[in-house]
């Protein structure tokens, strides 16, 4: 078993601190590791270094190479661009040469597992679902009706596997409303889909060949060739759409797709909101007002949270509110609004180009 972990994506609505330069996987969001170097040292010991490779853009691989030395040199896979999930597949697909029959696991660098040993018990499962030839996808069991992810919806019966519950899929739903949403988790049969897959090498090359074949035929060309040259020539050409789309959509409609729900206090960081949850539950019932990093002072402020850059943030009588700080930019705002600041992230693509907030804990 081997792991191909996709630290693409711009984390735009974790703006101003995730920049082009240093988008969210290397980032420090939750303690002295950042969130790429949590999920390739989770993956031990069922997944060692050595069997983790890296696909990431060209302009990142010195920040994977600094942040995971033990990684070997040859697994750090680069992009000229980023074409989305399903390029980032078929490029480890093609590039890697492990055996056809060995299970590959594609997961994404920055998301967050609260329970890492229960999360290595469904790769196991997942894995071993994957070996009978299924494309396998790892679902959520969801504990709201959240309309900012996609859905899975399992088709009965259930079966044991490692002693998880496996299902077919049925198929995928894209991000509902939020009454469709709490019609779906009525059913029980639906997970949030957190973009973490199993399938062997020869199953992922075979359903690209069957449903994205203009994708993976662009990569096999690529590869064949092997010059630095074609990458930067043909690469960027490619088609860009998620593996969802290209592959697993119709693939679960041929009954092609298998799902391993789980509960293991998964949440993808994709907004200030759903970091600042994190930081609430890792911190407990007894939490103070504000929680976050830095140095900071808080008088009387409920459910906030505070990055604080290189200076003392103080905040007084706040509700519900994110501030972050950095030496460029200071962001403030309500958590409903979380998800907006992708707005300004593109009105401000390159604040700061080249800098660095840091973030330390003090008590």
Same mark, same amino acid.
């Given at each position: 078993?081997?792991?191909?972990?996709?630290?693409?994506?711009?984390?735009?609505r974790?703006?101003p601190?995730?920049?082009?330069?240093?988008?969210?996987?290397?980032?420090?969001?939750?303690?002295?590791d950042?969130?790429?170097?949590?999920?390739?040292?989770?993956?031990?010991?069922?997944v060692?270094?050595? #069997?983790?490779?890296?696909v990431?853009?060209?302009?990142?691989?010195?920040?994977?190479a600094?942040?995971?030395?033990?990684?070997p040199?040859?697994?750090?896979?680069?992009?000229? +661009?980023?074409?989305?999930?399903a390029? @980032?597949?078929?490029? =480890? @697909?093609?590039l890697?040469?492990?055996?056809?029959?060995?299970?590959m696991?594609?997961?994404?660098?920055?998301?967050?597992? @609260?329970?890492?040993?229960?999360?290595?018990?469904?790769l196991?499962?997942a =894995?071993?679902?994957a070996?009978g030839? !299924?494309?396998?996808?790892?679902? +959520?069991?969801p504990?709201?009706?959240?309309?900012?992810?996609?859905?899975v919806?399992?088709?009965?019966?259930?079966?044991?596997?490692?002693g998880?519950p496996?299902?077919?899929? #049925?198929?995928?739903v894209?991000k509902?409303? =939020?009454?469709?949403?709490?019609?779906?988790?009525?059913?029980?049969?639906?997970s949030?889909?957190?973009?973490?897959?199993?399938?062997?090498?020869?199953?992922i090359?075979?359903?690209?060949?069957?449903?994205?074949?203009?994708? %993976?035929?662009?990569?096999?060309?690529?590869?064949e060739?092997?010059?630095?040259e074609?990458?930067?020539e043909?690469?960027?050409a490619?088609? !860009?759409?998620?593996?969802?789309?290209?592959?697993?959509?119709?693939?679960?409609?041929?009954?092609?797709?298998?799902?391993?729900?789980?509960?293991? $206090?998964?949440?993808? %960081?994709? !907004?200030?909101?759903?970091?600042? #949850?994190?930081?609430? #539950?890792?911190?407990?019932?007894?939490?103070?007002g504000?929680?976050?990093?830095?140095?900071?002072r808080?008088?009387?402020?409920?459910?906030?949270?505070?990055?604080?850059?290189?200076?003392?943030? +103080?905040?007084?009588?706040?509700?519900?509110?994110?501030?972050?700080?950095?030496?460029e930019?200071? %962001?403030?705002? !309500?958590?409903?609004?979380a998800?907006?600041?992708k707005?300004?992230?593109?009105?401000?693509?390159?604040? $700061?180009?080249?800098?660095? @907030?840091?973030?330390?804990e003090?008590?």
């Open positions: 078993m081997y792991a191909v972990v996709l630290a693409g994506g711009g984390g735009t974790l703006w601190l995730s920049r082009p330069e240093c988008p969210k996987p290397f980032l420090k969001l939750l303690g002295d950042t969130l790429i170097q949590r999920t390739v040292a989770r993956l031990a010991p069922l060692l270094p050595e #069997d983790v490779y890296v990431a853009e060209r302009r990142h691989l010195g920040l994977v600094e942040q995971l030395p033990a990684v040199a040859a697994n750090r896979i680069g992009e000229p +661009v980023g074409r989305n999930t390029a @980032a597949v078929a490029l =480890a @697909a093609e890697i040469g492990r055996p056809d029959d060995e299970v696991l594609v997961l994404p660098a920055d998301a967050h597992i @609260a329970d890492e040993a229960g999360f290595r018990e469904v196991v499962a =894995a071993e679902v070996r030839g !299924s494309l396998v996808t790892l679902g +959520v069991t504990t709201s009706p959240e309309t900012g992810y996609g859905y919806l399992a088709s009965p019966p259930k079966r044991e596997v490692a998880c496996t299902f077919a899929v #049925d198929r995928f894209e509902p409303t =939020a009454d469709r949403a709490a019609d779906l988790i009525v059913t029980g049969l639906a949030w889909n957190a973009g973490i897959f199993a399938w062997t090498r020869a199953t090359r075979d359903q690209l060949e069957r449903h994205a074949a203009d994708i %993976l035929n662009a990569v096999r060309t690529i590869v060739d092997g010059t630095a074609k990458m930067l043909a690469y960027p490619i088609r !860009s759409t998620s593996i969802d789309y290209a592959v697993m959509e119709p693939a679960s409609l041929e009954g092609a797709v298998s799902v391993v729900p789980m509960s293991v $206090g998964w949440s993808d %960081l994709g !907004s200030w909101s759903s970091l600042k #949850d994190t930081w609430r #539950d890792a911190a407990g019932p007894r939490a103070p504000v929680v976050g990093l830095g140095t900071r808080d008088l009387g402020s409920v459910d906030s949270m505070v990055l604080a850059g290189n200076r003392l943030v +103080v905040t007084i009588g706040l509700r519900d509110v994110i501030v972050i700080d950095t030496p930019a200071l %962001l403030v705002c !309500s958590a409903e609004h998800q907006d600041v707005t300004i992230a593109q009105e401000y693509p390159n604040l $700061g180009q080249g800098s660095k @907030a840091k973030h330390e003090k008590s």
